[in-house]
Antibody, heavy 124, light 109 residues
Framework: EVQLVETGGGLIQPGGSLRLSCAAS????????MSWVRQAPGKGLEWVSVIYSGGSTYYADSVKGRFTISRDNSKNTLYLQMNSLRAEDTAVYYC??????????????????WGKGTTVTVSS | SSELTQDPAVSVALGQTVRITCQGDSLRSYYASWYQQKPGQAPVLVIY???NRPSGIPDRFSGSSSGNTASLTITGAQAEDEADYYC????????????FGGGTKLTVL
């Protein structure tokens, strides 16, 4: 069964650090694009970061320089290292498997597998 | 970076047809994908590409696109379709980023 399970969330003080993990089963993380998406309380979905199968990484402007996405191929696990946390980083964090297809018939980008999420609360 | 715009809320009578729209420049380059999210749950992909449904998604869900606007249509809405719906695509402005619409709250009356 294809599955993603996030762990590592919790209550952290402003300025602190936290590392989220996303364990995959049923497919290989390193062969896919993988994203982190977050959702602040009562708000919509916000893309945070992506790592391509080739290893390239990209970040939303709101987290660039503070968050780092990575993966451990031996553990088939995706990570999000979050530093210098702010109150506005409070959210449920989801990991997702991305699919991008560039074709003559049209391009598309979608996230077909999602974890259940892990909650990060930044508060003193 | 690109933005995707959705109406905040839409309602539909039980069994009727409803269309949820998403507008943005990136949709001229990428088809939108659509996600359903119920309270306390993770998003679920319902439509991707030109008009593709993942396994297990009812055929009352369909997608279409024209210019910079994508639409999700639910034909014969059911009570269990009440949820938030988000569109998403890849940024086409040169950034290799991903964008989400603000979401549409669908109420089934």
């Amino acid at each position: 069964e294809v599955q993603l399970v996030e762990t590592g969330g919790g209550l952290i003080q402003p300025g602190g650090s936290l590392r989220l993990s996303c364990a995959a089963s049923g497919f290989t993380v390193s062969s896919n694009y993988m994203s982190w998406v977050r959702q602040a309380p009562g708000k919509g979905l916000e893309w945070v970061s992506v790592i391509y199968s080739g290893g390239s990484t990209y970040y939303a402007d709101s987290v660039k320089g503070r968050f780092t996405i990575s993966r451990d191929n031996s553990k088939n696990t995706l990570y999000l290292q979050m530093n210098s946390l702010r109150a506005e980083d409070t959210a449920v964090y989801y990991c997702a498997r991305d699919v991008m297809t560039l074709a003559g018939g049209g391009n598309y980008y979608y996230m077909d597998v999602w974890g259940k999420g892990t909650t990060v609360t930044v508060s003193s | 970076s690109s933005e995707l715009t959705q109406d905040p809320a839409v309602s539909v009578a039980l069994g009727q047809t409803v269309r949820i729209t998403c507008q943005g420049d990136s949709l001229r380059s990428y088809y939108a994908s659509w996600y359903q999210q119920k309270p306390g749950q993770a998003p679920v992909l319902v439509i991707y590409g030109k008009n593709n449904r993942p396994s297990g998604i009812p055929d009352r869900f369909s997608g279409s696109s024209s210019g910079n606007t994508a639409s999700l249509t639910i034909t014969g809405a059911q009570a269990e379709d009440e949820a938030d719906y988000y569109c998403n695509s890849r940024d086409s402005s040169g950034n290799p980023h991903v964008v989400f619409g603000g979401g549409t709250k669908l109420t089934v009356l």
